[in-house]
Every structure is written in C-alpha cells, then in structure tokens.
T-cell receptor, first 111, second 113 residues
C-alpha cells in the first residue's frame, strides 16, 4: 500500500531558483528518505531523516520532518539543469526496514 | 555504478518465454529487494530477502519466481508473463544497520509482447 504521497506531481522552475517538494504519509515511521531517479535509471539515495530529527542538510539539499503533521519537505537550493529528475519520498515504518515509496515528483529545471 | 548490478538492462520476451533477471551486490548488505516500477504508479515492492531468506512476498503472481542463492545474488525468474507485466524492474540492497538507505541497480526494462 502506498505510504508517501508527494506534492506537487510536477514542478518546473528556472535554473538558480529553489525547488520545494512535499511528502505526506499516513502511519508512524522510523525514518523518511528522499531518492532521485533520472529517466530510465535506478533510484539514488539522497538523504535520510529519522523520526526524532526535524531538519537535515546535505549540500544544496535541506529536508524537514514534521511528525505531528506526518509530512516532510525537500528543498533544493540554487537549482541546476542537472537537477532535472524524478524525486521520491520513502518511509520506513516497520520490520525488515521495508521502504514504501510515493509516486514521485517530476522536477524540470530550465537552463 | 552504484554497487548493485542488474542484467540484462533491456529484455523483450514473448508471453510463452522463460527468462531470468539477475541482481548482484558486493556491498555487504544483508537485505535485497525486487521492485516493479510502472508508468504513473508508485514503486511496488515485490519481494524481500533478508540473509537469503524470503521475508516478504507482496501478493506477487506465481509467474514471478524469486531466488536468492546467497546474500550477494538475487534472481527473478519469469514465465508466461502478460503484457501488463511490462515495466522497469529494480533491484535494491539495504544496509546492515537499520535505517540505512537502499542502493538501487539501474533496472531491467522488460517488455512483454
């Protein structure tokens, strides 16, 4: 069953602008992860935030987690054309570290 | 290269064929996964293996048959597939510590004709 739902489904921005993507989920989680996928390729792990963390940074990425609202956001600052890809949130909610993914957000960064 | 290698990258097969997808990782991960990715749908978890033992079968039809001979290799045997099984099949492995991110292979693009 789907756990994470990303919003918006598609986002188009100009190079240099910031991109904000949101994810909502339904059940309690151990952690939430964001992945990136270039067309026709596998997913690449970007960042993991644990349920007891509220914010995390990695380079141009900033992730927030609000467990009371069951939501997370991924901010990409100073976007580049190479950031064009699909972005997925995934939740780890139970045994076996099984991840459940959303449908993804398609980000287009115009040069 | 991510450390998880999937072969073949592309596969076209008829509905009466039998084929196998292969996944290999040498990252020391104990868990391996098969996911199916279809257009406009969330990734669907198919199978989970922990220490070579299957721990999850997510109601996958029996025409998909997984095999995990050791913790580094994972196969997905395919037979009598349907056109709706056409999709990108992704293999992933997970870290030994709980909460590690997955490492994905590049996937096998499967077309059933």
């Amino acid at each position: 069953s789907q756990q994470g739902e990303e919003d918006p489904q598609a986002l188009s921005i100009q190079e240099g602008e910031n991109a904000t993507m949101n994810c909502s989920y339904k059940t309690s989680i151990n952690n939430l992860q964001w992945y990136r996928q270039n067309s026709g390729r596998g997913l690449v792990h970007l960042i993991l935030i644990r349920s007891n963390e509220r914010e995390k940074h990695s380079g141009r990425l900033r992730v927030t987690l609000d467990t009371s609202k069951k939501s997370s956001s991924l901010l990409i600052t100073a976007s580049r054309a190479a950031d064009t890809a699909s972005y997925f949130c995934a939740t780890d909610a139970g045994a076996n570290s099984k991840l459940t993914f959303g449908k993804g957000i398609t980000l287009s960064v115009r040069p | 290269e991510t450390g998880v290698t999937q072969t073949p990258r592309h596969l076209v097969m008829g509905m009466t064929n039998k084929k196998s997808l292969k996944c290999e990782q040498h990252l020391g991960h104990n868990a391996m996964y098969w996911y199916k990715q279809s257009a406009k749908k969330p990734l669907e978890l198919m199978f989970v293996y922990n220490f070579k033992e299957q721990t999850e079968n997510n109601s996958v039809p029996s025409r998909f048959s997984p095999e995990c001979p050791n913790s580094s290799h994972l196969f997905l045997h395919l037979h009598t597939l349907q056109p709706e099984d056409s999709a990108l099949y992704l293999c992933a492995s997970g870290g030994t510590a709980r909460g590690d991110g997955y490492t994905f292979g590049s996937g096998t693009r499967l077309t059933v004709v």
